[in-house]
Nanobody, 127 residues
């Protein structure tokens, strides 16, 4: 069982920055790819970014490329999402999720591959 706890959300003005953290309670953190998803009111939950088990590969959705950076510290069982140049359209609940990838350094994009989810943290960007 993997438990994920997000932190770092809040209210920020457009153009500002936030850093989200997700702490995982699991002994084999380095066998999991990690993803950040977001869900705005009335919309589906979408993948924002993902990172492979030992940071070999990363994925970003087009709308955040050049503004967001995903990273992880396996010694701390933590994954981060640095969000810069925030826009009002980034407003959403952000969730971190874990996908078990013991064989290859993949960055899953299918939400169904992610078996463990955090409770979410609200990010609000004002214009």
């Amino acid at each position: 069982q993997v438990q994920l706890v997000e932190s770092g959300g809040g209210l920020v003005q457009a153009g500002g920055s936030l850093r989200l953290s997700c702490a995982a309670s699991v002994r084999t953190f380095s066998t999991y790819a990690m993803g950040w998803f977001r869900q705005a009111p009335g919309k589906e939950r979408d993948l924002v970014s993902s990172i492979s088990r030992n940071s070999e590969n990363t994925y970003y959705t087009d709308s955040v490329k050049g503004r967001f950076t995903i990273s992880r510290d396996n010694a701390k069982n933590t994954v981060y999402l640095q969000m810069n140049s925030l826009k009002p359209e980034d407003t959403a609940v952000y969730y971190c999720a874990a996908a078990w990838t013991p064989v290859a350094p993949r960055t899953p994009v299918d939400p169904n591959e992610y078996k463990y989810w955090g409770q979410g943290t609200q990010v609000t960007v004002s214009s």
